[in-house]
């Protein structure tokens, strides 16, 4: 079977900074982080993606293109903050229907998925929701090609939110999902943490300390019963999870 083929292109970049928010972020900057951590997710899937950059550095939208072709890409992506003053999350395509359709629409709803407040921003005319436009990186490319606009980095709020680390990562997951169904592939799961076992758990932090001082302390003069209950949830909390540890459900 052959190996899908992606090109993730973050928009702007070198002396090109794209938009610029109110506290000086750049498109280009925040643009290129969303596009690494999508490129990482689709090789750990095992995609072969590429990035049209992977550093701060200016490319021709023909260029752009160009490298989607050469590479014959299943699906090319270009990453962007949106501007103007609104606010709310989009996805372009190129003038007419097309199976970039699809992947924007699956792209959207991933997105919409993980950043269920973040307003939806759609052309339903036709039927889907990607917004129809003549990009240059979408005419020029020869297969299916999505725009995708995170967020307004030219509000205060919108400028906080692509900024933070949180938003990034939920961004480029769900962008890499949209991806990934479209092209028929599973998305990588990520391992279950690594619990102590309950010798580990002897070794108490201060707050559990603290819990069973606590604990000793409603034994010995009583206490307010909200707190009371409070505490002996704490507790009991910690002793379930050192159950489940000694059930050896999960192994060292």
């Not at 750990?44 to 490298?67: H, N, W």
């Not at 769900?174 to 991806?179: C, D, E, F, K, L």
Request: glycine share 10%; net charge negative; hydrophobic share 40%.
């Amino acid at each position: 079977m052959k190996t899908p083929t992606t090109v993730i292109d973050a928009g702007h970049g070198g002396h090109d900074s794209g938009a610029l928010g109110p506290g000086g972020s750049k498109e280009k900057d925040i643009a290129l982080n969303v596009s690494k951590r999508v490129h990482a997710i689709l090789i750990e899937a095992g995609v072969r993606s590429i990035l049209t950059r992977d550093s701060d550095v200016f490319l021709g939208l023909t260029e752009r293109a160009e490298i989607a072709n050469r590479a014959v890409a299943d699906l090319f992506v270009s990453i962007h903050c949106n501007a103007g003053g609104g606010t709310g999350f989009e996805v372009y395509t190129s003038r007419g229907e097309t199976t970039s359709d699809r992947a924007a629409t699956l792209v959207f709803e991933e997105f919409g998925s993980a950043n269920p407040g973040s307003i939806r921003r759609v052309d339903l005319t036709d039927g889907d929701v990607d917004k129809e436009a003549g990009y240059a990186v979408l005419v020029r490319t020869s297969g299916p090609a999505i725009l995708f606009e995170l967020e307004f980095i030219d509000t205060d709020a919108g400028e906080s939110l692509l900024n933070d680390a949180a938003f990034q990562e939920r961004s480029a997951t769900a962008i890499a999902a949209g991806v990934l169904r479209f092209l028929g592939v599973e998305l990588p799961v990520s391992p279950l943490p690594v619990i102590p076992r309950r010798n580990d758990m002897l070794r108490w932090t201060p707050a559990e300390k603290a819990i069973h001082a606590a604990l000793d302390a409603v034994e010995e003069v009583g206490a307010d019963p909200l707190l009371t209950e409070a505490v002996t949830l704490l507790s009991n909390a910690q002793n379930k999870v050192a159950d489940y540890v000694d059930a050896d459900l999960l192994s060292q």
